[in-house]
């Protein structure tokens, strides 16, 4: 999902900048809200393991070049039913800036961009989680229906993301239509895989009675809403 330099050039970089501000800006806010409902300590480590997760799935996990972008497995609806949308913005923002700070310099200057690519779907599926799983379903009992539909909106987001970046960068070329297209096609084959992961981990959780109550885990992952 990273927009490779020279996609977006000059001036226009500096829509990436805004959007990134407003997506941080409303980040902070969830975060906030986390630190009022379970105390900073767990905002805290819940973002410190997001962030050291999303640094191993760019970093380490396969990531191949295709079109006008890279196909990772980032697993946000993963990192969301974990850890909370708070927690997995900022380990997703914290994880991004890491790696490109060390080990791909040449993305800093699309950060903004990227990070945008990335946080407004985990916030679109925040919406649609609240939609789609009733308040008396802890988030370790969800369906595979559930977290195929998670899963589809936060890769369907930044599958289109990186399309607007690109025609936005580069205009409606048939080369780049082309290129996005392929980019689409190879990405959304991460659908495949995402639930299926989803549904590993929350058997885990399912299985395990140490997560009630766990500073370390969204509250949500084994208790209710309605509780």
Request: with cysteine; aromatic share 10%; charged share 10%.
């Given at each position: 999902?990273?927009?490779?330099?020279?996609?977006?050039?000059?001036?226009?970089?500096?829509?990436?900048?805004?959007?990134?501000?407003?997506?941080?800006?409303?980040?902070?806010?969830?975060?906030?809200?986390?630190?009022?409902?379970?105390?900073?300590?767990?905002?805290?480590?819940?973002?410190?393991?997001?962030?050291?997760?999303?640094?191993?799935?760019?970093?380490?996990?396969?990531?191949?070049?295709?079109?006008?972008?890279?196909?990772?497995?980032?697993?946000?609806?993963?990192?969301?039913?974990?850890?909370?949308?708070?927690?997995?913005?900022?380990?997703?923002?914290?994880?991004?800036?890491?790696?490109?700070?060390?080990?791909?310099p040449?993305?800093?200057?699309?950060?903004?961009?990227?990070?945008?690519?990335?946080?407004?779907?985990?916030?679109?599926?925040?919406?649609?989680?609240?939609?789609?799983?009733?308040?008396?379903?802890?988030?370790?009992?969800?369906?595979?229906?559930?977290?195929?539909?998670?899963?589809?909106?936060?890769?369907?987001?930044?599958?289109?993301?990186?399309?607007?970046?690109a025609?936005?960068?580069?205009?409606?070329?048939?080369?780049?239509?082309?290129?996005?297209?392929?980019?689409?096609?190879?990405?959304?084959?991460?659908?495949?895989?995402?639930?299926?992961?989803?549904?590993?981990?929350?058997?885990?959780?399912?299985?395990?009675?140490?997560?009630a109550?766990?500073?370390?885990?969204?509250?949500?992952?084994?208790?209710p809403?309605?509780?």
């Amino acid at each position: 999902m990273h927009i490779e330099p020279g996609v977006v050039n000059g001036a226009k970089m500096a829509l990436g900048y805004a959007t990134a501000i407003g997506v941080m800006a409303y980040t902070a806010k969830l975060a906030l809200g986390t630190i009022r409902k379970d105390g900073p300590a767990a905002l805290a480590i819940r973002s410190l393991i997001a962030t050291v997760l999303v640094f191993t799935f760019f970093q380490v996990l396969p990531h191949h070049p295709v079109g006008v972008s890279e196909v990772h497995l980032i697993l946000g609806s993963t990192l969301f039913l974990m850890f909370g949308a708070a927690p997995a913005a900022i380990g997703l923002a914290l994880g991004l800036l890491v790696q490109g700070l060390f080990f791909a310099p040449a993305d800093l200057p699309q950060y903004g961009m990227n990070v945008t690519t990335l946080l407004v779907p985990l916030m679109a599926i925040s919406f649609l989680a609240r939609r789609i799983i009733p308040a008396n379903t802890a988030y370790k009992d969800v369906s595979y229906a559930q977290c195929l539909a998670l899963s589809t909106a936060f890769q369907g987001g930044i599958v289109t993301w990186v399309a607007f970046w690109a025609v936005y960068g580069q205009g409606l070329g048939m080369g780049t239509l082309t290129e996005v297209a392929t980019f689409g096609a190879a990405y959304m084959t991460v659908i495949l895989i995402e639930p299926l992961v989803d549904m590993a981990v929350l058997a885990i959780a399912k299985a395990s009675h140490r997560i009630a109550g766990s500073v370390v885990f969204h509250p949500r992952l084994s208790i209710p809403a309605a509780n």
